[in-house]
């Protein structure tokens, strides 16, 4: 999956696989996560936030409707 590099504290790079609905996070600490049932327009309002990483942590970190996989 392609991500978008964005300039974040916490956040290093974004990425969205529109057909499954998958969200992949790729952390400053070097952590990659994906995020599994992330509808399009969190993805949205994550990309639009004025900051990515507040948005992340009150909206998509610990929400029980997103399954959560690290993949590196």
Do not use: C, W
């Not at 974004?14 to 499954?20: A, K, P, T």
């Not at 994906?34 to 900051?51: C, G, I, K, R, T």
Request: no cysteine; glycine share 6%; proline share 1%.
């Amino acid at each position: 999956m392609e991500r978008e590099t964005v300039k974040s504290s916490n956040l290093a790079s974004i990425g969205y696989d529109e057909e499954n609905n998958i969200l992949e996070i790729e952390f400053n600490h070097g952590g990659i996560y994906q995020y599994s049932n992330v509808p399009y327009y969190v993805y949205e309002e994550l990309m639009n936030a004025s900051s990515y990483g507040t948005y992340f942590s009150a909206n998509i970190r610990n929400n029980k409707k997103f399954t959560t996989e690290k993949i590196k």
